[in-house]
């Protein structure tokens, strides 16, 4: 009788190959069972595979270019007023519930202008006795004005330049670059004995925005009350959010973000020189990670786990930026929860923001309710 049992020689060439390093031929995960031959992927994994990479690309991309969507948003809501550069929103009676806008408050006098400098360098004219900044296409910080910025809040001339700039730069300006064409600046006019017209009657007469090369007969600018006015500076949470982010990245140079920020757009069809144009499969893909990223922005900034977002224990008060730090890099280690934290209620970005300077600029914490369960959800400390 012979006996089929026996182990078979061990080939001389043979190698021990570790478990962890294996791809055992079935799989189990959230996507459902992943199937493997040899090692190799079936044509149903490999169809669960990709969808689920670029249904989490879309996601991480949502997250990611929340602050281009909301400029898109705020940039397409002046053009319904007005050009860029001459077109200047004014809240001379204060805003109310009729105006759709990330952060801005019912008690300021807001000045706002959309700057373009895609035909040149822009002269900007800053009257005293305000607060404000400039940000770019990207919400990323580029200068503060008045108070806080160099002018110290005397008031002066600003002179913003395009990206890359190689031009003569004259003297007596207070010098930006910014990375993007697209920038907004906003400013405060301060409120006096109860009454905002000194604060109105500020800008009107003082402030001015015109081409650097066009000083002599600079164009009159377009002030436009927008108290009371029914409109929406604020980004989609549908899957339009992605068509939002594509206009931007083809509107601004290419360095105008990192190469890594490039490629996860340029990985779900968003390129600086190609048309926008999802498929059927990726279209639905995007609707769902829209929703989901929109999800997720929710989850972290009204009931993040960060406990570092809190002033003190079981507090309702958080900070807007975490770590204190308007780049979201403390340590010089990128906070993403943070960011989103910041960005999806939020738009407008300055350091002047995050530290204390009474009498000069503006500090922020919020109030805010957590989730049902917030407490374990955040847990906080």
């Known amino acids: 009788m012979i006996k089929h049992d026996a182990q078979k020689p061990r080939p001389k060439m043979s190698t021990d190959i570790p478990a962890s390093i294996t791809t055992p031929d079935k799989v189990v995960t959230r996507l459902g069972t992943l199937k493997f031959f040899d090692g190799f992927p079936d044509y149903e994994t490999v169809q669960k595979v990709y969808d689920n990479l670029d249904f989490q690309r879309c996601v991480q991309a949502f997250l990611t270019a929340s602050p281009a969507a909301a400029s898109y948003a705020m940039h397409a809501g002046f053009r319904a007023f007005g ?26 006098v807001y000045n706002t202008v959309w700057l ?83 604060a109105v009657e500020n800008f009107r007469k003082n402030f001015r925005v015109y081409p650097l090369a066009s000083a002599v007969n600079a164009p009159a600018m377009k002030f436009v009350n927008m108290s009371g006015t029914a409109f929406n500076m604020i980004f989609a949470s ?48 995007l609707a769902e990670a829209a929703a989901v990223g929109n999800a997720t922005a929710r989850t972290i900034a009204f ?10 224990a079981n507090s309702e008060w958080k900070v807007c930026w975490i770590g204190n730090d308007f780049e979201f890099s403390p340590g010089g280690v990128l906070n993403p929860d943070a960011r ?33 369960d917030g407490p374990a959800v955040s847990q906080r400390r």
Request: net charge negative; no cysteine; glycine share 8%.
């Open 340 to 372: 989103t934290l910041y960005f999806y209620p939020a738009f407008g970005n300055s350091p002047a923001l995050t530290v204390k300077m009474a009498g000069v600029g503006s500090h922020y914490i919020t109030a805010e309710r957590d989730a049902a």
């Open 83 to 108: 050009p860029d550069n001459q077109t200047v929103l004014l809240t001379e009676s204060l805003l109310d519930s009729h105006s759709l806008v990330l952060t801005a408050n019912t008690e300021t």
């Open 116 to 198: 373009n400098t895609k035909d040149g360098p822009q002269d900007i004219e800053v009257p005293p006795h305000v607060l404000g900044m400039i940000d770019d296409a990207w919400d990323r910080y580029v200068t503060d004005v008045g108070n806080a910025g160099p002018d110290r809040g005397n008031g002066g001339r600003y002179l913003l330049l395009p990206p890359g700039y190689k031009g003569e730069v004259p003297e007596g300006y207070f010098v930006v670059r910014s990375r993007t064409y697209g920038n907004l600046m906003f400013s405060r006019g301060f409120i006096v004995n109860g009454d905002q017209r000194p």
């Open 238 to 285: 549908d899957a339009s959010f992605f068509d939002q982010v594509a206009a931007i990245v083809r509107e601004e140079p290419l360095e105008a973000t990192d190469p890594e920020t490039r490629g996860l757009l340029a990985s779900i069809g968003i390129r600086k020189d190609e048309p926008f144009a999802p498929d059927k499969r990726l279209k639905d893909i």
């Open 303 to 312: 009931s993040t786990r960060d406990p570092e977002a809190y002033l003190y």
